[in-house]
């Protein structure tokens, strides 16, 4: 089984909506991050987590929010969906070693109408 | 200026071509680094991280830092088909990493 799992893996929606990407580790790590990735603008952060009850905003934090429930969950949520949303979103967890490895799940490629 | 610049590309070479990725970075106070592979459809996976400058060999890859000129580099030799993907180099300060936009390689049979 995948160590970092996202869920669902593609999703199309409409405009206004809210969502909820989850995603869950079974790497035993505290830290855990957000990504969207655009064509042309590579990987941009949107939260990250240290542990359970630290949550810290990215580059791109508007129009997002998170919740993290559990070491292993951590989940992104759009509370009102527009166009300009539609990318690839990863999540990926680390260690709080020096190098700081980050590990990622396959990405949930959203789509909003 | 951005921390990370990293070209684009993309970049098609023929097989067995040596291929080499470069970016180069604004904080001097960057002490990690880090090279990311991905393939289409899939997340990012490690490819190799170094700490100091000089070099890091793993098999036909090649990881390079000049801290003087705040350039890092990937060479890959004998590069294959399925070397193709799209490579993303990534620095770390005290925070999260620093990924650049990433440089889309073709390795063409």
């Known amino acids: 089984d995948a160590d970092v799992t996202q869920t669902p893996r593609n ?7 809210r969502i909820m990407l989850e995603c869950s580790q079974t790497k035993g790590h505290d830290r855990m991050y957000w990504y969207r990735q655009d064509p042309g603008l ?19 934090s508007d129009g997002y929010s998170v ?10 949520s759009l509370e009102s969906a527009i166009p300009n949303q539609t990318a690839l979103y990863f999540c990926a967890t680390s260690e709080a070693a020096t190098t700081d490895t980050q590990y ?10 | ?27 001097s106070a960057f002490q990690y680094f880090m090279w990311y592979r991905q393939y289409s459809r899939k997340g990012p996976e490690l490819l190799m991280y170094t700490y ?23 060479f890959i030799r004998d590069s294959q088909p399925s070397d193709s993907a799209t490579y993303l180099c990534a620095i770390r300060r005290d925070t999260p990493l620093v990924f650049g936009k990433g440089t889309r390689l073709s390795v063409i049979a």
């Not at chain 1, 999703?11 to 909506?17: L, M, Q, S």
């Not at chain 1, 919740?67 to 992104?76: I, T, Y």
């Not at chain 2, 200026?1 to 904080?27: F, R």
């Open chain 1, 11 to 17: 999703r199309i929606t409409k405009t206004g909506k």
């Open chain 1, 42 to 60: 590579g990987l941009r952060l949107i939260y990250y987590s240290f542990d359970v009850k630290d949550i810290n905003k990215g580059e791109i």
């Open chain 2, 1 to 27: 200026q951005k921390e990370v610049e990293q070209d684009p590309g993309p970049l098609s070479v023929p097989e067995g071509a040596i291929v080499s990725l470069n970016c180069t970075y604004s904080n």
């Open chain 2, 52 to 74: 100091s400058s000089g070099n890091k060999e793993d098999g036909r890859f090649t990881a390079q830092v000049d801290k003087s000129s705040k350039y890092i580099s990937l």
């Open chain 1, 67 to 76: 919740s993290r429930q559990a070491q292993a969950k951590f989940s992104l």
């Open chain 1, 104 to 113: 990622f799940g396959p990405g949930t490629r959203l789509t909003v109408l």
